[in-house]
Structure formats: structure tokens, C-alpha cells
């Protein structure tokens, strides 16, 4: 019910961005969606990827800061409100949205968020029908 979504944790100077990017390019690994949040010293830069297990270890191998976490994804349809509509079914369930972003991906959005009840949250997902979107989907969409 959930992907792999990798955070990097890089310094806000010249050149900490570059060499993440330049490691999933040498390794050939497709970003499919990116998020950077930022504090004045460093920044967390939230990825999903095509092959988030071998990013995983092309970045621990680089040195580079980096955790692997489960989030959720969701696809709604591409019309003003989805987001609002999907968010509301959690926060009428007292469910907190820890983080979330966003994209387009082949004309549907796509919800990518982490919650402070995981559990409730799968029950929430399941009660509701919101359509899950696995690692393979968002990675075939991507192509």
C-alpha cells in the first residue's frame, strides 16, 4: 500500500544538489517525482524513483545522508478539489498529514503524503476506496 521514498539529506551550498543528481544519473536511476524542504543549514530532499533500493545503496556508498522510508501514494483524477477531497477524508478521521506533494503524472494526480497514524491510515485508504498507486505503477506511468 505504500512506496519507497528515499530522503537525502544535503547542506545548502553550492554544490550538495549536484552531486545527488549526478549519482542518480551515473547510476541511471529515473526520478519520477522530487521535493525539497529546506532549513537555513540543510535541506531534505524527498525522492521517488524508479529503483529506490539501489539508490538507496548507490547513496550510502557515495557517503552521501540518506534514509529510506514508506509513504503513501494515491492517484486522483486530474480535476480541481481531488487533493482537497482526499485530504479532508483524513483529517475527518483526526489522521495528520505529517508532509505531502504533489505532481501530474499521465493526466491523473498523484498524492504522495506520510501520516502520523500509518495503520489507520491503510484502514482509511481501504473504507474509502482511494486508488493506491504501487513503485511499478509510478514508474510505468513514467515512462
Known amino acids: 500500500m505504500t512506496v519507497n521514498q528515499l530522503s537525502v539529506f544535503i547542506e545548502n551550498k553550492s554544490g550538495t544538489l549536484s552531486k ?3 549519482l542518480f544519473k551515473d547510476a ?13 543549514d540543510y535541506g531534505i ?7 529506490p533500493l539501489r539508490a538507496y545503496k548507490v ?11 514508506d ?6 483524477d486530474n480535476q480541481p478539489g481531488k487533493a482537497a477531497d482526499a485530504i479532508s477524508i483524513f483529517a475527518h478521521e483526526n489522521i495528520e498529514i505529517t508532509y505531502l506533494y504533489s505532481f501530474l503524472l499521465d493526466g491523473k494526480g498523484i498524492l504522495i503524503f506520510r501520516t502520523d497514524n500509518f495503520d489507520r491510515a491503510c484502514e482509511i ?3 474509502n476506496n482511494l486508488k493506491v498507486i504501487t513503485e511499478d505503477d509510478l514508474f ?3 515512462k
Open 20 to 22: 545527488v543528481l549526478d
Open 28 to 40: 541511471n536511476i529515473q526520478m519520477i517525482a522530487a521535493n525539497i524542504a529546506d532549513t537555513i
Open 45 to 51: 530532499f524527498r525522492i521517488i524513483c524508479s529503483e
Open 59 to 69: 547513496m550510502k556508498e557515495a557517503g552521501v545522508a540518506v534514509a529510506m522510508s
Open 71 to 76: 509513504v503513501f501514494a494515491i492517484e486522483l
Open 125 to 127: 485508504i481501504e473504507l
Open 140 to 142: 510505468n506511468l513514467a
